[in-house]
């Protein structure tokens, strides 16, 4: 059998099941939504909302939108800013942080800025092509968000991905604060408001966010206002002692109830679906809810969890995923998650389904036994596990907890 025609035959079988589910593909993803299907697919933040939006619209002001990984702070910040997008004579700008000190800050603020106005400004497209180089600078268009066109452009993030800032090119443009100054003197003319997202800050080191927004507090004190994405355990803890006053807003992103989880599913679904429906299907409604409990609140644990799940049923000819098919398509892709990992970290990960969850009070023998004298030394093992999808990271300000995820505890005794 060639390969063109073994493609060709597991293809088919795939898009085969895949329609008697009534899909045209696989819909869940780990990446943000793209641009037009976030409308549809957002779920449940309309009190944040409410709140956030008002604070950036009347006058220059900052807020943080913080929360535990896999929250959904990036898929928060983008649909805020869409529904900013439809005030009239407001400029939004977004773009993820390109690494990590307070200068690649100055740039990606810069970026963003002269992103949004590169259509209606030659010095905004200039530095533009000087920030990321003239050939992607030519294939960046403007893109449709729920049938607003060309008020927030956005840097791929459709592909998940993002342009970096060439440090080539940069080198080129000196006094990056005088320019990104420029830039919102000509836009405060043209907009009653402009306001600029900067994502990601949260998944830098701790020192170095809080670098980052001391050494740029003056930008953040520009005739403009920003959002910026941050974690409770890190900046934000800094903020909340107002250390540095840089926030006038914080909006913390609270773990979904099972309801709003429930309902990102039938969302994710009806996104790929010939017709729209609102049951679960391929899913029951019993074995959602085992997912949903095991998520713990965090959409991205969801997602990806739905995502191999659905991939696994597919491949074990199952014609639904109940609670039968269930607990099989989870020892297998557990399976498959566990045997990629060191016998260092399946130790804490055995040792973490057989207490069920890690905390700050963990006891010094459990610490012993995980071969560290203080919970200080285990915490960036664990911040890496919950960056790999091995388990979940719940906080609040009484401290953190760590379960694993559903990908990885399907074969494992809790």
């Not at 696989?26 to 409410?50: C, D, G, V, W, Y």
């Not at 592909?159 to 440090?167: K, V």
């Not at 109830?257 to 969302?267: A, G, K, Y």
């Not at 679906?273 to 609102?278: I, L």
Request: glycine share 6%; proline share 4%; net charge neutral.
């Amino acid at each position: 059998m060639n390969k063109k025609r073994l493609a060709s035959e597991e293809i088919e079988r795939r898009q085969k099941r895949l329609r008697e589910w009534g899909l045209k593909k696989n819909p869940f993803s780990i990446r943000p939504p793209a641009l037009q299907l976030l409308n549809e697919i957002f779920t449940n933040r309309e009190k944040e909302m409410r709140s956030i939006i008002p604070t950036l619209y009347e006058l220059p002001r900052n807020a943080l939108v913080y929360g535990a990984y896999g929250i959904g702070k990036t898929t928060f910040v983008i649909e805020t800013l869409r529904e900013l997008s439809t005030l009239s004579k407001v400029l939004v700008a977004y773009a993820p942080l390109s690494g990590e000190s307070p200068e690649d800050f100055e740039r990606t603020v810069l970026l963003a800025l002269a992103n949004s106005l590169r259509e209606k400004d030659k010095e905004a497209e200039k530095l533009l092509q000087a920030l990321i180089g003239t050939e992607k600078s030519r294939i960046i268009s403007k893109q449709f968000l729920g049938g607003v066109e060309g008020k927030l452009a956005v840097l791929d993030i459709k592909g998940g991905g993002t342009i970096s800032i060439s440090d080539t090119e940069t080198k080129k443009i000196e006094g990056v604060r005088f320019y990104i100054q420029e830039l919102l003197n000509k836009a405060n003319k043209k907009y009653d408001r402009v306001i600029i997202a900067v994502d990601e800050i949260d998944k830098k080191e701790p020192d170095k966010a809080r670098e980052i927004i001391v050494q740029c507090r003056d930008i953040l004190h520009f005739d403009c206002s920003f959002i910026l994405t941050g974690r409770l355990i890190g900046v934000p803890m800094d903020i909340h002692s107002s250390a540095f006053g840089a926030f006038d807003e914080k909006i913390w992103l609270e773990p979904l109830n099972d309801n709003d989880m429930r309902q990102i599913v039938i969302n994710y679904l009806n996104s790929q679906r010939y017709k729209k429906f609102v049951d679960t299907k391929p899913f029951t409604d019993e074995a959602v809810q085992i997912i949903i409990e095991k998520s713990r609140g965090i959409p991205r644990v969801l997602n990806l969890t739905c995502f191999v799940l659905l991939n696994t049923a597919i491949e074990l000819g199952v014609d639904k995923i109940d609670k039968d098919n269930l607990p099989k398509c989870l020892e297998i892709v557990s399976r498959k998650k566990y045997g990629d990992i060191s016998p260092h970290i399946r130790y804490l990960i055995d040792i973490i389904s057989k207490y069920g969850m890690i905390s700050e009070e963990v006891p010094d023998e459990l610490l012993r036994e995980m071969g560290v004298r203080t919970f200080t030394e285990l915490f960036p093992v664990l911040e890496a596990l919950v960056r790999d999808d091995i388990i979940i990271k719940l906080e609040n300000a009484k401290g953190m907890r760590y379960f694993l995820t559903p990908i990885i505890s399907g074969m494992l005794k809790e």
